[in-house]
C-alpha cells in the first residue's frame, strides 16, 4: 500500500469527522464545541473509521474487484 492510499483515507477520515461537527455548530443553540452533545462526538467517530475502513478496504481489494479508487 502506497503513501498516497493513507493520504486519501485520512483527507476522507478528516471530512466525514468534520460533517457532523460543522452540522452540529450551525445549529442555533450550539455556541461552540462544549455544546456539542456525546451524540454528536459519537457520530463524528463512527463516520471517520467508517471513512478510513472504506478508502483503505477498498484498496486492499483483490485486483478482480472493480474500484474508480484505484
Same mark, same amino acid.
Given at each position: 500500500?502506497?503513501?498516497?492510499?493513507?493520504?486519501? #483515507?485520512? @483527507?476522507?477520515?478528516?471530512?466525514?469527522? $468534520? /460533517?457532523? &461537527?460543522? *452540522?452540529?455548530? %450551525?445549529? +442555533?443553540?450550539? =455556541?461552540?464545541?462544549?455544546?456539542?452533545?456525546?451524540?454528536?462526538?459519537? #457520530?463524528? @467517530?463512527?463516520?471517520?473509521?467508517?471513512? $478510513? /475502513?472504506? &478508502?483503505? *478496504?477498498?484498496? %486492499?481489494? +483483490?485486483?478482480? =474487484?472493480?474500484?474508480?479508487?484505484?
Amino acid at each position: 500500500m502506497s503513501i498516497q492510499y493513507l493520504v486519501k #483515507a485520512i @483527507v476522507a477520515g478528516a471530512i466525514a469527522f $468534520l /460533517g457532523p &461537527i460543522a *452540522g452540529a455548530l %450551525a445549529l +442555533p443553540d450550539v =455556541v461552540g464545541f462544549g455544546d456539542l452533545t456525546a451524540g454528536v462526538w459519537v #457520530a463524528a @467517530v463512527v463516520a471517520l473509521l467508517l471513512a $478510513l /475502513g472504506a &478508502i483503505l *478496504g477498498l484498496q %486492499a481489494a +483483490p485486483p478482480t =474487484v472493480s474500484t474508480s479508487i484505484r
